[in-house]
């Protein structure tokens, strides 16, 4: 049996970690478990939250894994050393064809408050910004790009999302060619450090109306870029769609029409998305489409399965099993990376103060971007003018914004008379959807 180890700067943590593999190798080789079962290879990795150890057991990894975490994990606490006190439950999982071990260090072992200047200085230009620190050490670079061209960072309140999220918007608006639409779904206050951030294109919106002008304009962006060619959008920087708690607005069919929109098609028009929820489901987004464009991932800690399942974007790695406060999963096409978020003291984001482009939303009309009114929506603007109520129904009813709202109530108003003219309402006969 070779036993491999990645070299730490951290004397304790290495005493501790090598204490625990020798335990570990006992319980499994001797038969402590159960059956004796021989090991290929133990790993041992000293993380910034965890110990880990990874094993090679062949065909016993199955058996050893049960055996290890039966019970709460019963037989794994008992090759934990005497004094290593930790707060959540040790695991043993596959990981790939590993099994991999873990156990939380000690609360003054753990290294957690990673700050990006202790990092480096943010990479310059290509959509590039660092996540953070890997387990082991190495610094981990992402990218808006032809192979990620949009983000989901997901994780429950208190896993660092917000952080996650801010700390790449400021890493990305130092390049001066970057744009940004701003939109939170918490009333702002996810994305409030960076609401000052050079590059904004509008305010942030804050509620759904708002997000609806928001992303309208973007989707219009996007179709210019496409309408004035290649050489043009060559000479563009990237135009940056950021939406935590995009859950609050995916309520609207017309906002979830045309975050697909930008999803499908934004890539080669250099138009990204970033993605935020503490609630990811499988229902979150109706569509597959959005999803598959979100190929990169930050998946922070979740609470359960499920969950991980949706922020990862597979059943491994799982997410529910992170120990929080940025501890994370990052997935790239090219693989996963357990990763430490860096984060940007807010007393820095909240020195920016760069007024944006726009003081308000411009309006654009549906059909500039390819969007026409579907029929179920003229079908509830002929019953609203029918009825005499006004926009505030027509937008609960529709999902659409108070500008567009507008705009299909007149539409269904002028309808609503010709139908009267032809004949369709007679001796008091209630219209309905269908009727329509």
């Given at each position: 049996m070779r036993l491999a180890q990645y070299s730490n700067r951290d004397e304790e943590r290495t005493a501790l970690a090598t204490d625990w593999a020798s335990k570990v190798i006992a319980a499994i080789c001797y038969g402590k478990?159960?059956?004796?079962?021989?090991?290929?290879?133990?790993?041992?990795?000293?993380?910034?939250?965890?110990?880990?150890?990874?094993?090679?057991?062949?065909?016993?990894?199955?058996?050893?894994?049960?055996?290890?975490?039966?019970?709460?994990?019963?037989?794994?606490?008992?090759?934990?050393?005497?004094?290593?006190?930790?707060?959540?439950?040790?695991?043993?999982?596959?990981?790939?064809?590993?099994?991999?071990?873990?156990?939380?260090?000690?609360?003054?072992?753990?290294?957690?408050?990673?700050?990006?200047?202790?990092?480096?200085?943010?990479?310059?230009?290509?959509?590039?910004?660092?996540?953070?620190?890997?387990?082991?050490g190495h610094t981990v670079v992402l990218s808006l790009s032809d192979s990620t061209p949009g983000f989901l960072i997901a994780g429950t309140t208190g896993s660092g999302k917000s952080v996650a999220m801010c700390q790449a918007v400021y890493q990305l608006s130092q390049d001066p060619r970057n744009q940004f639409v701003l939109m939170d779904g918490k009333f702002g206050d996810g994305l409030n450090p960076v609401?000052?951030?050079?590059?904004?294109?509008?305010?942030?919106?804050?509620?759904t109306d708002e997000a609806i002008s928001a992303i309208t304009w973007a989707a219009h962006e996007m179709k210019k870029r496409y309408t004035k060619g290649r050489d043009y959008i060559a000479t563009c920087g990237r135009l940056v769609v950021v939406a935590d708690e995009v859950q609050e607005f995916l309520t609207s069919e017309r906002f979830a029409g045309l975050l697909r929109?930008?999803?499908?098609?934004?890539?080669?028009?250099?138009?990204?998305?970033?993605?935020?929820?503490?609630?990811?489901?499988v229902d979150l987004f109706k569509d597959r489409s959005t999803r598959r464009a979100l190929v990169g991932r930050i998946a922070l800690l979740v609470g359960d399965r499920s969950a991980s399942e949706v922020a990862v974007g597979?059943?491994?790695?799982?997410?529910?099993?992170?120990?929080?406060?940025?501890?994370?999963?990052?997935?790239?096409?090219?693989?996963?990376?357990?990763?430490?978020?860096?984060?940007?003291?807010?007393?820095?984001?909240?020195?920016?103060?760069?007024?944006?482009?726009?003081?308000?939303?411009?309006?654009?009309?549906?059909e500039d971007i390819g969007v026409e009114f579907d029929v179920g929506d003229i079908a509830k603007?002929?019953?609203?003018?029918?009825?005499?109520?006004?926009?505030d129904r027509l937008c609960a009813e529709t999902g659409l914004g108070s500008t567009v709202g507008r705009r299909l109530l007149r539409f269904g108003k002028d309808l609503w008379s010709e139908l009267e003219m032809m004949g369709v309402c007679k001796n008091g006969k209630k219209t309905t959807v269908q009727e329509v």
């Open positions: 478990i159960g059956r004796p079962v021989h090991l290929d290879t133990v790993t041992v990795i000293r993380g910034l939250r965890t110990a880990i150890l990874e094993l090679e057991a062949g065909y016993e990894a199955g058996y050893v894994a049960s055996a290890l975490d039966k019970d709460d994990a019963a037989a794994l606490r008992q090759t934990i050393p005497r004094g290593w006190n930790f707060k959540h439950r040790p695991r043993a999982y596959f990981h790939g064809r590993l099994l991999r071990l873990e156990v939380q260090w000690p609360t003054g072992l753990q290294d957690k408050d990673i700050q990006l200047s202790d990092v480096g200085q943010h990479p310059q230009g290509d959509g590039r910004w660092i996540a953070g620190l890997s387990e082991t609401r000052g951030i050079s590059g904004a294109v509008g305010p942030m919106a804050k509620d929109k930008i999803a499908s098609q934004g890539r080669g028009a250099k138009v990204h998305l970033v993605i935020g929820t503490h609630h990811p489901t597979n059943s491994e790695p799982r997410a529910d099993f992170l120990t929080g406060s940025g501890d994370s999963w990052v997935v790239t096409p090219s693989g996963f990376v357990r990763t430490q978020i860096a984060y940007v003291p807010e007393s820095t984001l909240v020195q920016m103060d760069h007024p944006p482009r726009f003081d308000h939303w411009p309006v654009v009309h549906p603007a002929v019953i609203v003018a029918r009825d005499g109520a006004g926009r």
